[in-house]
């Protein structure tokens, strides 16, 4: 009688416990509660642990709230960060909880592949209303196009480009204004690569710098300058969205990649030997490459990594659109940008789809923008905050600006589904580089047509037949 | 009559009792394990071979493809490459870190120990061998990125530079061997314990028999110590082939993967695709093939070491 009570006992806890996990989980997912006569709205943002994103939102809430007083709602909303270490963990869990948030910010990779699958819907109607349209420039706004369709609204964008350490320019006999203008025709796109190669060399032969030309040392979205410098300044696609990918310009950029090493201005280990710490602590903050592939935000990663001073930077570095493969060429200025996007779960009903809206136009105000873009070293996403006086005063920053109107960002390809990240195929072409440059000097390396050919097999083998149209 | 059968009865139940008690126990006592392994070791197996046949991926959803992941695994132009370099990772970690083992093990148990009898300096020396394997990997592989660091930023290179020697680009020209340096390091710092344990247990009147018999102490260790080690030699190999076979996490760390992929093993192959791509059904088919592997290649080791044999006789217990 005893062991059935105890039984009876834990039988009727554990039946407790679940129910009571049960209702926990049905009122968070439900996330509408009654307040007074409106409803009161608990939206999750998912995002990395970078806060400034998640906490924006948060911010672009609160004001939303003031403004449906003002219009005397008293629907109130509100919103969670999910901090999220790796989104590849998290999704296929919010899937089988059901569970999603009701946005996330992360960069189009992740966002395609679960646009694909269904989970994150077609935010045109938050980037074709009113304030996005008069706000973001069309360029910047069709960053969050994929396959036609706007999964993502653009959060924040970062830029690549070339930074050249101004001291070697002086050293080499030049002016301000010869720099000034040098700079202007890259813009132009009348700079090509092998004007830089030239340049590097003398800087390099002349003892001015150790290096000539180095790149950032990891496996990402910097390679896709195989589908922009040597393809005529843009990432090639056909009308049905497939990855143009030319053979002769996979081969002219490994040359490159080559030639820099047997002119001794790359050393032929950068990309294996050469990490964050040298580069960003000694090599580019102190002049010791005459110039390197960057991106908008190295400054303030060389100001931390080596403790230099903004204007230290300002002063000794210039931002350089990538020099164009012919006279004529656009100059590349790529990006990889962070999107917010609406998941399934934004839509369940015709209120949260709109205060979603409102809350993503409400992060265009001016204060939000200049935390995003200043604090993070990002480019200005809108035209007022690009304008403030603020973004203008921060002289490289504005010099980036410059580039704002070529910018593009590297696309997706659209019909291997799932492969979106950059891993798929960058993994490839940076092996690739990398025998390029290992082999330079080998009398018995393979010739770059050679390592394009093996490239082009393994990328097409990994993102599926089909998907890359390769041209000659 | 009646009273005697149904004694006969009782006593035959009462035996069958015993017996169940007798035999069962041991079943008993498996039983919790049982369960163990079947949830997450034999449930697991099955679903990946079922996931194997299907192109179940990220989205968390796939429909039956027959055979296509296992043609793909071959059709894949860098494989021929990938198992050459596992083969080698794994055949070269093996052999050095075992043998690695067996001579530490000799010199700080064998002589230091029991020749010499300087156990004190023995344990220092068996402790400090064991940090490597005590260091997690994430720590252990750091360090050795940092020691093997470029030009004038690692350690090693900053050596070098103070004699004006030219620094070494060792993660492009030695990749390999890095990550086998390292490898066999941490496992030949883990077997320490297990050989140490069976040197130590050769009972002592064993020594001085040979010893007045005239054997040398270089004859003592190759015609006893070795002998006394076969036993833990065998299933330390045996653990080192499938271990290294499964290793990506170090490669990971270290180099992951390059230069040129020179240094991609299956496993790490396995972890980009499941992982990086997810490509669960992909990631699948990989696994079922390299379990097929690692058990024939476990099943070869057996024949090789001749277990059968080995297990009719008297082994020493550590």
Known sequence: MKKLSIIMLVLVLAMSSVFAGATREKSDVGSAGVAGDGQHYVFRIAATDEAWRPNAIIEAARRLNAQLAAEGSKDTVEVEWELVDDFKNSFPLWIQEKNLPEMIAHKQSIIYKYAQAGYIVDAGYVVNDATYTEKVPKNLRDFGLMDGKYYGIVCDTEARFVIVYKPALLALGWTEDQIAAWRQSAIEGKVTTADLQKLAKQAVDKGITQYGITTRPNNGADWAFFYCTWSGGKTPQNEKGQNIVSRQAVIDALTFYRTNVQMGITPYNMLTDFNWDMLEGDIWPNGKSFCWYGIVAAKGDCMNASGVSSEYFDENFISLPTPVHKVGDTPCCGSSPYLWALTTASQKDAKTAEYCRRILDNVLDLDLQLIISLDHAHIAITTESANSEAYRADKWMQAVNDFVPFMFKYQVSPLKEGLQDMYADSKEYFNAVQEAMLKANDPTARSVEAIADDFIKQAIFNMGEGNYVIVD | ?318
């Open chain 2, 1 to 318: 009559m009646e009273k005697e059968s149904s004694k006969t009865k009782k006593d035959r139940m009462a035996d069958r009792r015993a017996r169940l008690r007798v035999q069962g126990f041991p079943f008993a006592m498996m039983t919790p394990f049982l369960i163990i392994t079947s949830i997450f070791v034999v449930v697991p197996i099955i679903i990946m071979f079922i996931l194997s046949f299907t192109d179940f991926n990220f989205s968390m959803k796939g429909s039956f493809i027959g055979l296509r992941n296992y043609r793909q695994i071959f059709g894949y132009p860098g494989m021929g490459q990938i198992l050459l370099q596992t083969f080698l990772f794994v055949g070269v970690s093996v052999v050095f870190s075992v043998l690695g083992s067996i001579f530490i093990v000799i010199i700080t148990t064998f002589y230091l120990d029991i020749i010499y009898k300087r156990k004190k300096l023995g344990l220092l020396f068996r402790v400090l061998w064991l940090v490597p394997d005590l260091t997690p990997t994430i720590v252990y592989m750091f360090m050795w990125k940092f020691v093997f660091g470029a030009e004038n930023y690692g350690l090693i290179n900053k050596f070098l530079a103070f004699f004006g020697l030219p620094s070494v680009a060792w993660f492009t020209d030695y990749a390999m061997f890095l990550l086998l340096f390292t490898t066999i390091l941490k496992a030949a710092s883990g077997s320490v314990i297990l050989f140490s344990s069976a040197v130590s247990q050769i009972p002592e009147n064993v020594i001085q028999s040979a010893k007045v018999d005239g054997a040398s102490s270089l004859t003592i260790c190759f015609k006893i110590v070795l002998s006394y080690l076969r036993w833990p030699i065998m299933q330390k190999t045996l653990w080192t082939i499938l271990g290294s076979f499964c290793t990506y996490e170090s490669i990971k760390l270290l180099t992951d993967g390059g230069p040129m992929a020179k240094t991609t093993t299956y496993a790490y192959y396995i972890y980009q695709n499941a992982y990086d791509f997810q490509e669960y059904g992909y990631g699948a088919a990989l696994s079922v093939f390299m379990v097929i592997m690692s058990t024939a290649l476990g099943m070869l080791m057996l024949r090789i070491f001749k277990i059968d044999k080995q297990m009719q006789d008297p082994r020493m217990d550590i």
